[in-house]
């Protein structure tokens, strides 16, 4: 039973451009949302987060939008660079969920590719 | 601040062996969550550590299994190693039982052969 989803293994985009990656959710339960990156050899280094209270977190150049009612979230980066390539994660919570708290369920990934 | 580091990096083990994974936590981490990453998937939650206890586990075998010490830092075991346990392990730290400020490690790499 695959709670988080990420149905695009992989995405192209020039330099420049915006990228968008979509993660889809099936708990409602879920209460709290992060984007992770992750190069090759590297574990996850966080990028983003949201809280289900919100709809929208913005740091820099990556804005995180939140579509409770269709259990949907997505990664814009903005301008996308050629080190923004890597794969990313994202992930959920449920905070409020008995003793599971402090854990991550993650999606399959998307690998993302900048091009000069 | 010293981030969370874990050893060995690499790892071969033959089935049907045991083997231990260690982590260091992030300085004024109290709480250890370890994952397992199979290729081309995203990492599973295996279980979490806070204050010297198991706190939540995964699907998971009970050959899975783990300590937390009083300076946080952790160890993850697996009895009777099977091909498939082959994947990267990470290592997550963060404040009281949280997932706020999640640090990860860079893994272990264990094959099995």
């Known amino acids: 039973d695959q709670q988080v989803k990420q149905n695009s293994p992989s995405l192209s985009v020039q330099e420049g451009r915006i990228s968008i990656l979509n993660c889809d959710y099936t708990n409602s339960m879920f209460d709290y949302f992060l984007w992770y990156k992750k190069y090759p050899a590297e574990g996850p280094t966080f990028l983003i987060s949201i809280s289900s209270i919100k709809d929208k977190n913005e740091d820099g150049r990556f804005t995180v939008f939140l579509n409770k009612s269709a259990k949907h979230l997505s990664l814009h980066i903005v301008p996308s660079q050629p080190g923004d390539s890597a794969v990313y994660f994202c992930?959920?919570?449920?905070?409020?969920?008995?003793?599971?708290?402090?854990?991550?369920?993650f999606g399959q990934g998307t690998e993302l590719s900048v091009k000069p | 601040e010293t981030g969370v580091t874990q050893s060995p990096t690499h790892l071969i083990k033959t089935r049907g062996q045991q083997v231990t994974l260690r982590c260091s936590s992030q300085?004024?981490?109290?709480?250890v969550s370890w994952y397992q990453q199979a290729l081309g998937q995203g990492p599973q939650f295996i279980f979490q550590y806070y204050r010297e206890e198991e706190n939540g586990r995964g699907n998971f075998p009970p050959r899975f299994s783990g300590l937390q010490f009083p300076n946080y830092s952790s160890e993850l075991n697996v009895n009777a190693l099977e091909l498939d346990d082959s994947a990267l392990y990470l290592c997550?730290?963060?404040?009281?039982?949280?997932?706020?400020?999640?640090?990860f490690g860079s893994g272990t790499r264990l094959t099995v052969v």
């Open positions: 300085s004024g981490h109290n709480t």
């Open positions: 997550a730290s963060s404040l009281d039982q949280g997932v706020y400020g999640y640090t």
């Open positions: 992930a959920a919570s449920g905070t409020m969920i008995y003793n599971q708290g402090g854990k991550l369920i």
